[in-house]
């Protein structure tokens, strides 16, 4: 899959999807396919450490914890081995492998989750909005490892970034909403309901903002289905 791919000295050699359907790619590139499962769970750790680096042994029982330690090192250098072989040229332009250490070449990786943190960091409503690009959804979501130290690293990664989206998401309803820019402030209002639906807020602020756009009959769509909502999952209206 990496094989010839023509890599520029001084730029990422990878760009990974952590949001959503995981995605690992050349910058530019059609996706890395054959990586599986396990491979983009090795790229995602690393790309989230300290320093993009981890010993060996943490990812041994990160990922491979059943069996005897052995195997667990001899199945991380068989993953490994299958990474290389997927990614080709990239593979060596992004990793490092020193001895009992696993790392992520400085500067060579760029991922959606930084951009995001990026997003939600900012105070004005231009670097806000970058989220309703770059924000794909809940983190790692489909990628199947049933290791149990896997899935729990997962869902404490995914609850930090929900709860910083989530309020990202509101300072940019808001602002805008007080802006007068409706058609954005709907969006994000939208953005913070595909998140948690039974945000009773959220909706009224949508329907008070369909309804300040002249868009009545939006609004009272929105305040139907929100009521209609309610009832199904919690049995009483909002």
């Not at 690009?133 to 899935?151: M, R």
Request: glycine share 10%; aromatic share 4%.
């Amino acid at each position: 899959q990496g094989e010839g791919m023509a890599l520029r000295k001084g730029e990422p050699a990878l760009e990974l999807r952590l949001l959503g359907a995981a995605l690992a790619r050349a910058p530019g590139g059609a996706a890395l396919a054959q990586i599986g499962a396990k491979g983009m769970a090795v790229l995602a750790f690393l790309a989230l450490q300290p320093g993009r680096t981890a010993t060996r042994d943490v990812l041994v029982d990160l990922l491979w914890s059943h069996g005897s330690p052995d195997q667990g090192r001899a199945s991380l250098r068989q993953e490994l081995r299958r990474m290389k072989r997927a990614m080709g040229a990239v593979f060596d332009a992004a990793l490092e492998t020193p001895g009992g250490q696993i790392a992520l070449r400085p500067g060579a990786v760029v991922t959606d989750v930084e951009r995001v943190e990026a997003a939600c960091d900012a105070r004005d409503t231009a670097g806000l909005s970058a989220l309703l690009d770059c924000y794909g959804g809940p983190f790692l979501a489909p990628l199947s490892v049933p290791e149990i130290a896997f899935q729990d690293w997962v869902a404490g990664r995914n609850s930090h970034l929900e709860a910083r989206v989530l309020d990202a998401f509101l300072r940019l309803m808001l602002l805008d909403e007080s802006a007068g820019r409706l058609d954005r402030a709907a969006a994000a209002a939208r953005a913070l309901l595909a998140i948690d639906p039974l945000q009773e807020d959220v909706h009224a602020a949508l329907v008070r903002i369909h309804v300040a756009a002249g868009r009545v009959d939006q609004a009272r769509r929105q305040a139907a289905a929100c009521v209609a909502l309610f009832e199904e999952e919690l049995g009483e209206p909002p």
